[in-house]
């Protein structure tokens, strides 16, 4: 199969041959790796019992599906990555704000999927064939991992799409072994070794629970889901079909593989770390799935992960290929890995970058969706690659390629949410207001989308009205 081509350019309708079927494959078959199971586990860790660490998983999920999944549609209509599409309502220029953000999104959860399937591994090969778990098997295993990851990213969209299409099987069929290997020694209260309540009573942490691993999942994909729907046609599949598609990919592909992870770290009693006591507590027979699971799953989820940094890190530097670009960015993702295994404790490190990662890209994504609802979905996707081109003007240009009152409405949004978020180790200072509950999520949103609304009112008709005209005469 032929390396991919493609950037962040524009589409042609005659290469957009994916389907729904395919988008619900990729959504599926990608996040049935240990990169996702892990999110289970981080409610038990908090000192939730079982039925608590589900429904506030369930009930975060669903909640950011329903959120996140309309911007599939929206590289539906402009046949380029999200981040590129976000010009129409940042510019040009400033639709580097959703690179960034999206180039950070995958960044961490390519090192997380790489960091937690390589500590599996270790632990799987130091029981069957006796490996030492010390530096130098850390290092091979994430190197293997790190470049088979590679290889897929740089072959790019089909390859992606043929192995989650067995990983949607095969992923599926190894977590079916999972749950009967571990089911004997299952329980449904809380894990006395998590301590209690992470932050002292039972909604703030369950509230906490459900952002950092339920509503974190559907985040994770604001800037990802045009990667895929960028090469689905709307000539032949409609917008319905579409969204229905990446609601049923979102939450099958999240709920599954992190309400395992929350059964297995009940089974494994795994309240103060993941990997270790998942392959202590693996019956000798679920060894090899399990190894299975930690490689190919990891490899998969990590693939797609960093296919999108390499198209936003291409957005950012426009004279850098794909290709190139996808193995710079491997290259800094493998770093973090390295030193998340040394520095960082695992449920510290994880709440604190999705909490984070949801503050600041959460207003971004209401903001483009409120600029798809006004445009009613019609773009000039010429315009869009005018920042690509290295050339000027157009009806995406605003002021020097920079919308100023979308950049700053996503600012005040990003920050409202900072001050109000709780972390192991910050607690915002707006958490006073809310009892200690984390409204990061909901205040970056609902403050970015108001000020965006306030500061664009009056230009939202104009603009509306000039896309509209513009796409008439191209067509």
């Known amino acids: 199969m032929p390396i991919e081509q493609r950037g962040v350019d524009t589409i042609p ?102 960091w937690i399937g390589g500590d599996v591994m270790v632990g799987v090969l130091g029981r069957l064939f006796g490996l030492p778990a010390n530096g130098a098997s850390y290092a091979v295993v994430y190197a293997l991992l790190a470049g088979a990851t590679v290889a897929g990213a740089v072959y790019g969209y089909r390859v992606l799409l043929a192995m989650s299409r067995v990983l949607s099987v095969g992923m599926t069929a190894l977590l079916i072994l999972g749950v009967v290997a571990y089911a004997p020694h299952f329980t449904t209260g809380a894990l006395p070794e998590a301590g209690g309540y992470l932050l002292g009573g039972f909604w703030p942490t369950w509230c906490l629970a459900t952002v950092a691993a339920g509503l974190s999942g559907p985040i994770a994909f604001i800037t990802l889901l045009g990667d895929y729907t960028r090469y689905i046609s709307p000539a032949r599949h409609s917008s319905r079909r579409v969204l229905h598609a990446t609601w049923l990919g979102l939450i ?32 000798t027979w679920y060894l090899v799935p399990l190894l299975l699971a930690a490689s190919a799953g990891s490899v998969g989820n990590a693939g797609l992960m960093l296919y999108s940094m390499g198209l936003d890190l291409d957005a950012i530097l426009p004279r850098a290929s794909r290709a190139r670009a996808t193995c710079t960015v491997a290259i800094v993702a493998t770093v973090c890995v390295f030193v998340g295994h040394y520095a960082w ?14 503050a600041i890209g959460t207003p971004w994504a209401v903001i483009t969706l409120i ?49 109000a978020v709780s972390l192991p180790s910050y607690e915002g200072p707006l958490l006073s207001l809310t009892g200690g509950v984390d409204c990061s999520f909901l205040l970056s949103g609902v403050v970015g989308g108001l000020t965006f609304v306030l500061l664009t009112a009056k230009a939202a008709a104009d603009t509306k009205s000039a896309t509209a005209t513009e796409v008439s005469s191209r067509v």
Do not use: K
Not at 266 to 274: K, Q, S
Not at 346 to 355: I, P, Y
């Open 252 to 283: 099958a592909g999240l709920l599954v593989p992190q309400l395992f992870g929350t059964f297995t770290a009940f089974g494994a009693r795994a309240a103060l770390d993941y990997a270790g006591p998942l392959v202590s507590a693996s019956p």
């Open 371 to 419: 600029g798809f609802v006004r445009c009613g979905g019609m773009y000039d996707a010429d315009a869009l690659q005018v920042f690509n081109r290295r050339s000027r003007g157009g009806i995406y240009w605003f002021r020097a390629g920079w919308n100023v009152p979308a950049v700053i409405s996503w600012a005040v949004g990003a920050g409202g949410g900072l001050l």
């Open 13 to 114: 309708d005659e290469e957009r041959t994916s389907g729904p079927r395919d988008l619900v494959s990729i959504l599926l078959g990608s996040n049935l790796c240990l990169g996702v199971i892990i999110f289970g586990w981080l409610p038990p860790s908090f000192g939730l019992g079982w039925w608590a660490s589900v429904s506030s998983i369930v009930a975060g999920t669903v909640v950011g599906t329903v959120f996140t999944a309309p911007l599939a549609l929206v590289s539906l209509r402009t046949a380029t990555n999200l981040s590129t599409s976000s010009g129409a309502q940042f510019g040009v220029r400033g639709r580097l704000v959703g690179s960034v953000v999206g180039l950070l999104l995958a960044l961490g959860y390519t090192a997380l999927t790489v």
């Open 345 to 358: 404790n695992a449920q510290s490190a994880m709440t604190s970058f999705v909490l984070l990662l949801t």
